[in-house]
């Protein structure tokens, strides 16, 4: 689990970001679901058994590590690749899964083995500088930065439909005519229509290369036209995707002003993905089975980013994963990370403590 989270901006929240309070069974604050949750519930987990006196057959590692939030540069990458005898793993579990939702085929529990790959990329605008009070001709970056980033938002990639979308659409239990829409690059548009927006955003994300400018920078007086904009872009890839697809994609997206626009490279990891036929996921069915009877696990590829990538890149097989109550929906949990108001449910805590500790049991036992 990690230990750090990301920046707050109070002033959207309806309680103290960094209160920890409990009120009416959730508490509230930034890190709550993105993965406080997840990293106390293990902690708690690992001591009850160890307090109770089983051994287990192997070894169980506790592991709360800083620095996911920025990359992981510093933590989890920097312990692998400086301490790799301390990591020497089998399975990872961590962030992020175990949310229960109404599929067309019954109930789900929404789990992860695998991570889109991170692209940012920053881009520079030039203009010329000039006196703000005559801007007719005038080379504003900024002007042409808005442009940039009107045709990033707007850029429509055509869909990839991996195997590891035609499962997850396969198990979601879709009525005959939008699975074959879901799987289908040049109609699956109509089905992300046809969705709740919460799914309908996941499964764009899913099937395309992504890419959102985030944050910008430019001028630096009112009366100036500003002669520099640089635009960060936070872009994720798909398995298999490169560096040079990447190029591709920009290029494509900006059209005749590609040419014009300096690209630096911010970030750039790999796609991951971990196969689902191991001891530690069939231990995964039957322990979540136990506490939740009514739902299957969905493997599913994750949006954003984890520590479990740098696991995955050394061959060991990591998962997102978890257990909320019903009071926890799908749409509620995504849009609070790094979101506003962000909360648990004790319940929740309650579920995650006993699916870890029955994990554990179940595979070291």
Request: aromatic letters at 8%; charged letters at 25%; proline letters at 6%.
């Amino acid at each position: 689990g990690h230990t750090d989270v990301v920046p707050v901006s109070p002033d959207g929240w309806t309680k103290d970001p960094h209160g920890a309070e409990l009120i009416d069974g959730w508490v509230w604050g930034r890190g709550a679901v993105d993965m406080l949750n997840i990293t106390s519930s293990m902690a708690l987990a690992v001591a009850r058994l160890a307090r109770s006196g089983w051994k287990p057959k192997g070894t169980l590692i506790y592991l709360g590590a800083a620095d996911e939030e920025a990359g992981g540069d510093w933590g989890v990458s920097w312990l692998m690749n400086n301490h790799r005898d301390a990591m020497k793993t089998d399975y990872v579990l961590t962030e992020s899964g175990g949310i229960p939702f109404k599929a067309p085929g019954g109930m789900r529990l929404w789990t992860v083995i695998g991570e889109k790959g991170v692209a940012w990329r920053r881009l520079i605008i030039r203009g010329r500088p000039e006196h703000g009070s005559r801007p007719l001709y005038a080379d504003n970056a900024l002007v042409k930065a808005a442009e940039v980033v009107r045709r990033l938002d707007a850029f429509r990639p055509r869909a990839v439909i991996s195997d590891e979308w035609r499962e997850f659409v396969a198990r979601m239990g879709f009525d005959p005519e939008m699975a074959s829409t879901l799987t289908d690059p040049d109609h699956i548009w109509e089905g992300i229509a046809e969705l709740p927006p919460a799914l309908g955003r996941t499964v764009h994300a899913c099937t395309h290369t992504t890419a959102a400018p985030t944050v910008i920078h430019g001028g630096n007086k009112t009366n100036i036209i500003p002669d520099k904009v640089t635009l960060e872009v936070d872009i994720r890839k798909l398995p298999g995707q490169t560096r040079e697809e990447i190029d591709g994609f920009i290029a494509e997206a900006l059209g005749d002003m590609a040419g014009s626009v300096e690209i630096e490279v911010i970030h750039d990891d790999d796609a991951t993905i971990s196969p689902i036929d191991t001891p530690l996921w069939h231990s995964m069915e039957r322990a979540s089975h136990k506490l939740r009877p009514d739902a299957t696990l969905l493997p599913t590829v994750s949006t954003g980013g984890t520590d479990a990538r740098f696991f995955r890149e050394f061959g060991i097989p990591a998962y997102g994963f978890g257990l909320f109550s019903d009071a926890m929906t799908l749409a509620q949990w995504s849009s609070m990370f790094h979101g506003n108001d962000e909360r648990v449910d004790q319940e929740s805590l309650r579920l995650s403590v006993e699916v870890w500790e029955a994990i554990a049991r179940d595979l070291l036992g």
